[in-house]
Nanobody, 122 residues
Framework: QVQLVESGGGLVQAGGSLRLSCAASGSIFDVNRMGWYRQAPGKLRELVAV???????NYADSVKGRFTISRDSAKNTVYLQMNSLKPEDTAVYYC????????????????WGQGTQVTVSS
């Protein structure tokens, strides 16, 4: 129905930067809130940043001032610019989106990407 495809993960040294992208495609009428979550080994998945269609943004305290979330609504794409990366940012990063799907009647559903690994070496 709807696919979220992430890209941009990789290995970087502490203090470096990475930019993640996530493109939504499929039976889309409208994309509402989009966000990034991460899950480190042995830990629960946690919110990193979200952006609404307004757009307004919200960040986890641990990434404020270092990460920036943005979106291109025309491309149904969300980005996460990650600067000043720390080893504790190492995790699998997942894209998430609330999508109004082109069904009759319209239905809003939640979708996840497959995840992209981010590894920050010290």
């Amino acid at each position: 129905q709807v696919q979220l495809v992430e890209s941009g993960g990789g290995l970087v040294q502490a203090g470096g930067s990475l930019r993640l992208s996530c493109a939504a495609s499929g039976s889309i009428f409208d994309v509402n809130r989009m966000g990034w979550y991460r899950q480190a080994p042995g830990k629960l998945r946690e919110l990193v940043a979200v952006i609404t269609s307004s757009p307004s943004t919200n960040y986890a305290d641990s990434v404020k001032g270092r990460f920036t979330i943005s979106r291109d609504s025309a491309k149904n794409t969300v980005y996460l610019q990650m600067n000043s990366l720390k080893p504790e940012d190492t995790a699998v990063y997942y894209c998430n989106a609330w999508v109004a799907v082109t069904t009759t009647p319209l239905r809003t559903s939640n979708f996840w990407g497959q995840g992209t690994q981010v590894t920050v070496s010290s």
